[in-house]
């Protein structure tokens, strides 16, 4: 294969198509496999999201602060493909837009949509594959024939970011439109600015990057700052007063471009930008509240700090990204030493981005390996830069026998993990047994393998599953998926299966055993396994009328173990088809409210009141986080509600008498919440 070859137009044609193919199969390899728990929920809103388009007089809101725009468009292009395809899907379409929210323990919701669902991942799949052809035909301008060869190859077969691409999720069309973007404004020479069309296209891409994920705002800091290196290298050829108009015009047309796209896919940044600063806001008090621990090198801690991506680098990257990286460095040093020859400005913008985007992700208290996947697949172009450096001047029997040896470490890695590319681990840094003692691995895979089992197994349609995992279970499960907190040791039927995973190493006997990496997750039947204690609910049987809006049945409450929550539960009986918010609150002795939660009047899977059938018992849950510094006191727990137009609801008791404006459930004492 010479270089006259490989940069023939029609090689270049057919391996585009061959690229695209072989990313698009192997990014289809989860489907039907397992579900991640985050999925069905980006599935929901981008339900909500083709409602909102369709809808004339709405303007389209994202339902998360993320904000996964671009993920929503294409999930609401799937869900629109489906109804054109099979028009039946059109009656969960419409029961889905009725759900407020999704919650994730409503195990109907996530095997009713989970057809619709693989549609959303096919089109996050094609989309993935295509940019992988598009990141072949960068990089074949910026760094040459032989790197682009081998770095589509690599991106093709990768199986973390296979693995992400092929999710209807965020991180994986962050990650693509990041390196797009980046691919088009790194010159691939120091004495050259890109040109307006590069510019043009880079703002295009900037701003999908953010629509797809808030850490893509790293570009609005890397791309001007990337222009201006490349500028101030570039005086020693040029007038600085030339430069800079040049530079100025070409960041003016990147900002535009990115500006217009922003608000072409997003028009609430023009026509209801308050609306969408209050999404944001309250996704992010949300996402503080919701911090828990992360596994670290074997014990769990509150925020492992910038460490924890570059180790979680090393394990995601595959053996053939490993080997390159070194060439690639040994390469670089060596010419630098002896002939004092510069890099390519890829192998120093491309560092220059993963040490600013992993900055920008270690600031939050969330880290998961997941976020980095655009640092993964600038490390794997770096990587094929180094074998093509290595390849290139060689004879053509040597490079045909580099390129084989390449192509095969990257197949056999690919293929060992096509089952569950999540599960990926660099051979090189220990493989998957080093990593599970490392970080946290797995995204739903064994929940989901555990509960095709159970519901293979006779009986299962009339059977109930209780799992702390609901949304990757319930799909696999054709018999009724609860959460495992909901499990009672006297509601436990002989068919019933209880699944719970490896945390303590004790598992009583199961019937079966799923074991995916360092992961394993236990079957148990008709019984609540000997080291597993229930925790109730505190019941307060209750019937309190508001007015002539809804009847309040019951009440029950739970405090969390680390005493940084409660959750409230509720049965309602509706009195008419109409809409509320309750308000759940802590009074402390002062009589003043210390911790405050408001939601609509909503069952537990988020279908609105208005909604519910006349006199039929609805269940619901509210949660209140608990804030470090609540100092140990007895609470009383509150409830109140109004109706749709804010109006404060009276208690009635049941001779019909008036008794307050809400009503106490319990009183709780509270202890100090545990530090995070």
């Not at 949300?286 to 992360?294: D, F, P």
């Not at 939601?599 to 279908?607: H, T």
């Amino acid at each position: 294969m010479t270089r006259s070859t490989l940069s023939g137009r029609k090689f270049t044609a057919l391996y585009a198509v061959f690229l695209f193919v072989l990313a698009l199969v192997y990014r289809l390899s989860p489907i039907g496999r397992y579900v991640t728990p985050d999925e069905t929920a980006w599935l929901h809103r981008s339900i909500l999201w083709r409602a909102a388009l369709l809808d004339s007089g709405v303007v389209a809101l994202p339902q998360v602060g993320h904000p996964g725009v671009t993920t929503t468009w294409l999930g609401a292009l799937a869900v629109q493909i489906k109804l054109w395809l099979t028009p039946a899907s059109a009656a969960d379409v419409a029961w889905a837009r009725e759900l407020i929210w999704l919650t994730p323990d409503y195990g109907e919701a996530f095997q009713r949509l989970f057809p619709l669902l693989q549609f959303g991942r096919i089109t996050i799949a094609v989309v993935t594959s295509l940019s992988v052809v598009a990141i072949f035909l960068l990089v074949r301008r910026k760094l040459g024939v032989m790197a682009a060869v081998i770095g589509g190859f690599m991106l093709a077969l990768d199986p973390f970011a296979a693995g992400l691409s092929g999710l209807l999720h965020t991180d994986a069309l962050l990650a693509t439109f990041a390196v797009i973007t980046i691919l088009l404004v790194v010159p691939a020479q120091w004495d050259a600015l890109p040109s307006r069309r590069a510019m043009l296209l880079c703002g295009v891409f900037t701003a999908l990057a953010v629509l797809s994920k808030l850490p893509g705002a790293t570009l609005l800091l890397f791309v001007p700052l990337c222009l201006l290196i490349t500028a101030l290298i570039g005086l020693r050829s040029r007038l600085w007063q030339s430069q800079a108009r040049v530079v100025i015009g070409r960041g003016a047309l990147w900002l535009a471009a990115a500006a217009v796209t922003a608000i072409l896919l997003l028009p609430a940044l023009i026509f209801a930008p308050g609306e969408l600063r209050a999404v944001i806001e309250r996704s992010t008090s949300l996402e503080v509240a919701l911090v828990s621990q992360t596994f670290f090198f074997g014990r769990n801690t509150p925020n492992p700090g910038l460490l924890f991506y570059p180790v979680a680098a090393a394990f995601r990257i595959s053996p053939a990204t490993t080997i390159g990286l070194a060439l690639l460095v040994i390469l670089s040093v060596g010419n630098w030493m002896r002939d004092k020859i510069a890099p390519r400005p890829f192998v120093i913008f491309a560092p220059l981005f993963i040490v600013l985007f992993t900055i920008s992700l270690s600031v939050s208290e969330r880290v998961f390996d997941r976020y980095m996947l655009p640092n993964l697949l600038l490390l794997i172009l770096l990587a094929a830069l180094g074998w093509a450096l290595i390849i290139a001047p060689r004879s053509l029997c040597r490079q045909r026998l580099l390129l084989a040896a390449v192509a095969l470490l990257t197949v056999a890695f690919a293929v060992v993990n096509w089952h569950y590319p999540l599960y990926a681990a660099n051979w090189l840094a220990g493989g998957r047994q080093t990593v599970a003692k490392t970080i946290p691995t797995g995204w739903g895979e064994t929940a989901s393998a555990a509960a095709r089992w159970a519901g293979e197994q006779t009986g299962a349609a009339n059977a109930t599953l209780f799992t702390a995992d609901v949304p990757s279970a319930a799909p696999f499960f054709p018999g009724e998926t609860i959460r495992l907190d909901e499990m009672r040791v006297g509601e436990i039927e002989p068919n019933d299966f209880v699944m719970l995973p490896d945390d303590e190493g004790d598992f009583s006997s199961p019937v079966h055993l799923v074991t995916i990496g360092g992961d394993r997750m236990a079957v148990y039947t008709g019984m609540m396994p000997d080291h597993i204690e229930a925790s109730p609910l505190q019941l307060q049987p209750l019937s309190k009328r508001f007015d002539t809006l809804a009847q309040l049945e019951w009440a029950g409450w739970r405090l969390a173990e680390a005493g940084d929550k409660v959750t409230v539960r509720a049965g309602w009986i509706p009195l008419q088809s109409a809409d509320g918010v309750v308000q759940i609150s802590l009074v402390g002795p002062d009589g003043a409210h210390r911790v405050r939660v408001e939601q609509p009047l909503a069952n537990r899977a988020g279908l609105p009141s208005r909604a519910w059938s006349e006199g039929e018992l609805q269940s619901a849950e509210y949660t209140l986080h608990l804030p470090p510094d609540l100092p140990p006191a007895a609470y009383d727990l509150t409830m109140t509600l109004f109706d749709s137009e804010g109006a404060l609801q009276g208690v009635f008791r049941a001779d019909g008498s008036f008794e307050d404006t809400f009503v106490r459930l319990d009183t709780l004492f509270l202890p100090a919440p545990e530090p995070r």
